[in-house]
């Protein structure tokens, strides 16, 4: 019991450190404003952001924008991660898989991923199918990379140990394969949500009128500081629920890797 009550309480410490570095960045922040040492027409404070957000969801527009952009940024990140996660699993662990798919998995990597809207807008048109593309290939390539390091990660010793029992190709992918690359998929996943919200939040920027980019553009655009801040907050708000929760469940998915 002693030894488990050490990581607990070490737990709860960085926890409460955490807190007190928010609420302290906070505090300064406010009583900065509060002060005037910054012009609070630019720099407004987080009680008139909270005040603005506040506003905001009562009227019901920050809503409808909140729900455009994750209907959008969950659409993309399932059909990228999707795919990513099944050509990954099968270039990690099929040689000529990866040796057909490399080259191309190379020169497309590198490419912003932003840069390819004019392209695809053309393809495509104008509407929901843009920001959705955009953001399913900037899903796809961490989970994929993700994938491919995680099926090389795995010891050799284990398809030996597979393939001593007389394991087939399915059964090996079952308890070889897919454990084994788990965590690393896991780490793409993470990133490839992050990527998701940055890439539809850009997108709507560019091209939307409704949703989280849409409503900081347009607040820029009619000199609406407060509204600016207000898309700011709530994006990061978002970025680190999401975060959040998809740490707790590669928690659940792969408990081993909490254990090393």
């Given at each position: 019991m002693k030894k488990l009550s050490l990581p607990l309480k070490r737990v709860r410490r960085e926890a409460w450190i955490s807190i007190f570095s928010v609420v302290f960045v906070i505090s300064l922040?406010?009583?900065?404003?509060?002060?005037?040492?910054?012009?609070?027409?630019?720099?407004?404070?987080?009680?008139?952001?909270?005040?603005?957000?506040?506003?905001?969801?009562?009227?019901?527009?920050?809503?409808?924008?909140?729900?455009?952009?994750?209907?959008?940024?969950?659409?993309?990140?399932?059909?990228?991660?999707?795919?990513?996660?099944?050509?990954?699993?099968?270039m990690g662990w099929s040689k000529e898989v990866r040796a057909f798919?490399?080259?191309?998995?190379?020169?497309?990597?590198?490419?912003?991923?932003?840069a390819l809207l004019p392209l695809i807008i053309l393809l495509v048109g104008i509407g929901e199918g843009p920001v959705i593309m955009i953001v399913a290939?900037?899903?796809?390539?961490?989970?994929?990379?993700?994938?491919?390091?995680?099926?090389a990660s795995i010891e050799p010793i284990y398809f030996d140990v597979a393939r001593n029992y007389g394991s087939g190709k399915l059964k090996t992918f079952a308890r070889v394969v897919l454990p084994g690359s788990l965590p690393m998929a896991l780490a793409g996943l993470r990133l490839a949500l992050g990527m998701s919200l940055l890439l539809t939040v850009v997108v709507e920027m560019s091209i939307a009128t409704k949703g989280l980019g849409a409503m900081l553009w347009l607040s820029w655009q009619t000199f609406r500081i407060e509204k600016i801040y207000v898309a700011i907050v709530i994006i990061a708000i978002l970025g680190l629920l999401l975060n959040w929760l998809l740490g707790l469940a590669g928690k659940r998915l792969a408990p081993w890797r909490e254990a090393r």
């Open positions: 922040w406010e009583a900065v404003v509060d002060l005037g040492w910054v012009n609070s027409t630019f720099f407004p404070s987080p009680s008139t952001i909270a005040r603005a957000t506040v506003d905001s969801l009562a009227s019901g527009e920050l809503t409808g924008h909140i729900s455009i952009t994750m209907a959008r940024m969950f659409a993309g990140f399932f059909a990228g991660a999707a795919s990513g996660l099944v050509i990954g699993l099968a798919l490399d080259p191309i998995v190379s020169v497309t990597y590198p490419l912003p991923k932003i290939l900037g899903a796809f390539f961490p989970v994929l990379v993700n994938c491919v390091a995680g099926v």
